[in-house]
């Protein structure tokens, strides 16, 4: 088994919540296909969101995936708060998964529909072996945080809309008080009213809770308003990576114009 070991002198500097690091992931056989996810890497930093964007295929998932565990890399290495990640086993990951949660894009395929909110939510607080005299406490500040009411917690996703299902999601990653969230389109699938809203309470939570966000998407329109920094992908490569402002007002590379769809954004 791996031990957690600290970073080698890796130049990260403290406020870095997330680090990726010359990541590669290839499906499949080295020769047969070209890797989803080929040298990439970033730094998010405490209270800071980081737009990462690229069309459909480009290896946006497969990076929130490698982050998460959920696909091991070929290459590379994932830090958070300095510490080496990219190996953890299960056990330790559970220790991580305290500190970093991913909402994830379908709402309706996220949340079990056979669970009330309040089970959904007690989910993670269980494997994390928090108290359970903190379950209740935790799950209805965690709503609250995201705008629902408390007798949410007894309900049943079915009786919830899209939006309100993806604040139930937020809501779980909340609920262990993490540091860092990935964020996989996960306004992609509302329409353009609850998109801004959902928008607008990440840009509260980031704020108010000094949380490092990599946040996903396929629209540079949609990242700007939220990212203060973005990453610009192509088939698993960075093409661009700047200043939010910067690259959707005065992109470098032409593929960069082309993400900039005519979504309009909340003000
Ligand atoms: N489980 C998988 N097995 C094989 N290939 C995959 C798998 N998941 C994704 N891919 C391929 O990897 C590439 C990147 O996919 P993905 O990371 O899902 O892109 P994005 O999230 O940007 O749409 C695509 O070419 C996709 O077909
Ligand atoms: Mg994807």
């Known amino acids: 088994m791996n031990a ?33 996810v080929d040298g990439v ?15 459909s295929g480009s290896g946006k998932s497969t990076i929130g995936k490698a982050i998460l565990g ?69 799950i209805l500040e965690s ?3 995201v ?4 007798d949410a917690a007894d309900r049943y996703p079915a009786r919830f809309s899209g939006g309100q299902r993806q604040r139930i999601a937020i809501a779980r990653a909340l609920v262990c008080d993490p540091q860092v969230i990935v964020l996989d389109e996960p306004v992609s699938a509302l329409d353009l009213s609850t998109q801004a809203q959902v928008l607008n309470l990440l840009a509260d939570l980031r704020d108010s809770r000094q949380l490092a966000l990599l946040f996903i998407a ?17 088939r698993g490569q960075v093409m661009e990576a700047g200043g939010a402002e910067e690259v959707t007002q005065r ?10 769809a005519a979504a309009p954004v909340p003000q």
């Open 4 to 36: 957690l070991v600290p970073a080698p002198s890796a130049p990260v500097p403290s406020a870095t919540a997330l680090s990726v690091r010359d990541l590669t992931v290839r499906y499949g056989r080295a020769g047969k296909t070209l890797p989803a």
């Open 41 to 55: 890497s970033f730094d998010v930093a405490r209270g800071e969101t980081l737009g990462l964007v690229g069309e």
């Open 70 to 138: 959920l696909q091991p890399p070929n290459a590379g290495r994932i830090l958070l708060h300095g510490t080496d990640i990219t190996r953890a086993s299960l056990r330790q990951r559970r220790v991580t998964a305290i500190d970093l949660r991913v909402v994830f894009q379908d709402p309706y395929s996220s949340l079990n529909p056979a669970q009330t909110i309040g089970q959904t939510l007690t989910e993670p607080l269980r494997v994390l072996r928090v108290p359970k005299d903190q379950w209740r406490p935790r």
């Open 143 to 145: 709503l609250a945080a």
């Open 147 to 150: 705008g629902l009411p408390a």
């Open 218 to 234: 396929h629209d540079l329109g949609v990242v700007r308003f939220l990212a203060q920094r973005v990453v610009v992908l192509y």
């Open 251 to 260: 992109p470098r590379h032409p593929y960069s114009v082309a993400l900039t």
